[in-house]
């Protein structure tokens, strides 16, 4: 049987099925989970914003009227409505931030769910497209000015919408043509000035997100490269990048605060002319009789409260500009295509009593549609306890090998069966239960060796923990170490020699249990010494086991059952050992170069 896989590059852009819809309407969808916790905010400060501009009134009508010192019965209302609004104004207030906040951290936990299982999708063949620094920048830094969206740009318009004209009627009721001065300056404080403040930030705001990732994938160069730099006299190249780009960062930031001022100053300038106005038009008014001396007072003093409804609104639409850039960065995550498309439903595994089986007949695989085969044509047998060996040069396709039968990368032509059930109809976790992996650069995690084994089985015991390190040759270092187990391993295992962060990655593979185990270049970047001592184990370990061994060194190859030689792809050489070192191919003049460098390097000791 031979399978085609669908069209699925690895490039960027939407998945077909994807709506392109803008980034602020998406982050809205988004928040549909939310909305009546997001509703109930807006509304609660609302509140407070109409107990802000109540308190202020009915204190300028209270003073005004009591300086006619009238009888106390006449101000007793106005005195119950000051310490109504007063306090209302702090409930609603508290009630406001509590319930908005509550909606808009639900919405990020949901939303860092999302990004995480998407990078989890994505891994390891989608990965390289983004840089470590700037994924943990869109992970951590855009994904929360996305909430800014809901608590400070929406709640913002709409409390300033709905306040803001139950105060210009207020007004209005009371003096017409103040009402109306009140009106043309909100309207020119809502819409004039943000969109002032939105047009001089679109640049600033625009740069903001992006140089602040590359600012974090500098600094996270910096330090994880850091040994190397040092080596190479390279730190203070580095050093004086990461400046530059703070020094960039820090410029758009100021250029951030320059609009904000603006925003502020305008709109405390249409403010004060709010009540000049008010004044202008109301001091004829109760000369004249149409005002009442006590109204004048509220008429002059309202404005001052209303147009705190519209004071944030300048930085409402900065954040605006800030949230559109932050959300085209995650959702350019959640849209990146996977590398591997899970089917829609799922095949079953049957039942491998006697041990499980793979067969691979003409597999064919690419890593984008214009890019050449790394794999042209490979035919590979895995029946239960064969172990195979991959040779080749570098680039050769072993590594790609690895990626398809773990499924971490589609094949576009050819089979690969597992049990007789064509890889690409199983799903990837069903898959890895089955065929385990250690990886060159299996990764150790900053924590105790007992938590890196745990990775494998949560549920071990610690008889199977020492049985793991046993097979891995650590059990006996293990033991010596004052902590045992408990021994903190650093970053990235560097207080672990090399050869024993390989050891400890075996020793996971081993305690996962995996019926079919890929050993991908597991010696890689050791000494010879060291390589050959664990190749040894490895194979020691594996014997019984279905293992496919990938790797560039040759020693110890005679121990497996069959060797595949790949290069460009293809299979060039395959048989046994002893087979290929006769045939005096490829294979061959490796092998006796190998044992050259060996002899001499054993010579020269």
Not at 26 to 31: D, I, M, S, V, Y
Not at 146 to 167: E, F, K, S, W
Not at 183 to 197: E, G, K, Q
Not at 551 to 557: A, E, N, V
Request: hydrophobic share 50%.
């Amino acid at each position: 049987m031979t399978f085609t896989a669908p069209a699925d590059p690895l490039g960027g852009g939407p998945p077909p099925s994807a709506e392109p819809r803008a980034p602020l309407r998406r982050t809205l969808a988004l928040a549909r989970p939310a909305a009546g916790r997001l509703t109930l905010a807006t509304v609660l400060g609302g509140c407070a914003a109409a107990a802000a501009i109540g308190l202020l009134a009915t204190s300028a009508w209270l003073i005004s009227r009591a300086s006619e010192q009238p009888p106390i019965l006449t101000l007793t209302v106005a005195i119950v409505g000051v310490r109504f609004f007063g306090i209302s104004r702090g409930v609603f207030r508290y009630g406001e931030r509590v319930v908005g906040h509550d909606a808009a951290l639900r919405l990020l936990a949901d939303l860092r769910v999302s990004v995480y299982r998407r990078l989890e999708r994505l891994a390891p063949a989608g990965l390289p497209a983004f840089r470590s620094g700037d994924l943990l920048a869109r992970l951590v830094g855009d994904v929360d000015t996305m909430q800014d969206l809901l608590l400070r740009v929406v709640p913002a318009y709409a409390i300033a919408l709905v306040v803001g004209a139950a105060t210009v009627g207020l007004v209005t009721w009371l003096l017409p043509a103040a009402g109306a001065v009140l009106l043309a300056a909100l309207l020119a404080a809502a819409l004039a000035v943000p969109a002032l403040t939105a047009a001089l930030a679109r640049r600033s705001e625009a740069r903001q997100a992006p140089a602040r990732g590359e600012l974090a994938a500098a600094v996270v160069d910096l330090l994880q490269g850091a040994p190397d730099l040092v080596a190479n006299g390279a730190v203070a190249a580095q050093r004086a990048r990461v400046a530059r780009l703070d020094d960039e960062l820090t410029v758009v930031a100021a250029a951030t605060s320059r609009n904000a001022g603006v925003g502020s100053g305008l709109t405390a300038v249409l403010g004060g002319a709010a009540v000049w106005g008010a004044l202008a038009v109301g001091i004829p008014a109760v000369a004249d009789g149409r005002l009442d001396g006590v109204a004048l007072a509220v008429v002059v003093l309202t404005p001052l409260a209303a147009f705190e409804l519209v004071a944030g609104l300048p930085m409402a639409a900065q954040s605006l500009e800030r949230v559109r850039q932050a959300a085209a960065r995650v959702f350019a995550v959640l849209d990146a295509p996977e590398p591997v498309v899970e089917p829609a439903v799922a095949a079953a595994l049957p039942a491998a009593p006697d041990g499980h089986t793979m067969v691979v007949r003409g597999l064919r695989a690419r890593y984008r549609d214009d890019a050449g085969w790394a794999l042209d044509g490979v035919d590979l047998d895995l029946p239960p306890g064969r172990r195979v060996a991959v040779v080749g040069p570098s680039g050769a396709g072993k590594s790609t090998l690895a990626a398809v039968l773990l499924r971490f990368l589609p094949y576009a032509q050819g089979s690969v069966t597992l049990d007789g059930v064509e890889l690409a109809t199983l799903d990837g976790d069903t898959v890895r239960g089955v065929v385990g992996l250690a990886a060159q650069d299996a990764h150790v995690f900053d924590t105790t060796l007992e938590e890196n084994l745990r990775l494998a089985r949560r549920s071990a015991t610690a008889d199977e923990l020492r049985a793991a390190l046993a097979a891995a040759r650590l059990l006996a270092w293990v033991d010596g170490l004052p902590e045992g187990l408990g021994t903190a391993v650093g970053e990235h295992g560097s207080r672990l020699s090399g050869g024993q962060r390989q050891r400890l990655a075996l020793a996971r593979v081993v305690l996962a249990g995996a019926p079919v185990l890929v050993l991908d270049e597991p010696a890689e970047h050791l000494d010879t010494t060291t390589a050959d001592a664990l190749t040894a184990d490895l194979l020691d370990v594996t014997r019984g086991r279905t293992t496919l061994v990938i790797t560039h060194r040759l020693t110890g190859l005679d121990q497996v059952d069959e060797v595949v030689v790949l290069d460009g792809g293809r299979v060039r050489e395959r048989g046994t050992h002893a087979d290929l070192v006769a045939g005096g191919g490829w294979y061959a003049e490796q092998w006796h170069r190998e044992r050259e460098t060996e002899e001499v390097a054993w010579a020269r000791r």
